[in-house]
């Protein structure tokens, strides 16, 4: 059974920064289909980042620049490294893991895995 567990959440202000990070075990899929989702009170969940084995990567526009994602094989883990912090990313984030078709980006029907997430708050 597969299970995802964020990490890493926090209050921090404006400018600062933050690594996200989600364990992955149990997981029998060759290679890895990661990403970062977010959502915010009164909005739907979207899509931050997105990393597979074939080491394509895709951001969000709003988060690019600022963000990273990054897979450590030997330790299943997928990060998220959060800098220059604003006040609308403030949100639930959520790493997912996609077992069957991999998308090119964070599409949220393509993932099967959900962990529970983890909060981030951004101060102004």
């Known amino acids: 059974q597969v299970q995802l567990v964020e990490s890493g959440g926090g209050s921090v202000q404006a400018g600062g920064t933050l690594r996200l990070a989600c364990v992955v075990t149990?997981?029998?899929?060759?290679?890895?289909?990661m990403a970062w989702f977010r959502q915010s009170p009164g909005k739907e969940r979207e899509g931050v980042a997105a990393?597979?084995?074939?080491?394509?990567?895709w951001y969000a526009e709003a988060v690019k620049g600022r963000f990273t994602i990054s897979y450590d094989i030997p330790k299943n883990t997928l990060y998220l490294q959060m800098n220059s912090l604003k006040p609308e990313d403030t949100a639930m984030y959520y790493c997912?893991?996609?077992?069957?078709?991999?998308?090119?980006?964070?599409?949220?029907?393509?993932?099967?895995?959900w962990g529970r997430g983890t909060q981030v708050t951004v101060s102004s």
């Open positions: 149990g997981s029998s899929r060759r290679g890895y289909c």
């Open positions: 990393i597979n084995d074939l080491r394509n990567i």
């Open positions: 997912a893991s996609a077992v069957r078709d991999c998308p090119s980006r964070a599409v949220e029907s393509f993932y099967d895995h």
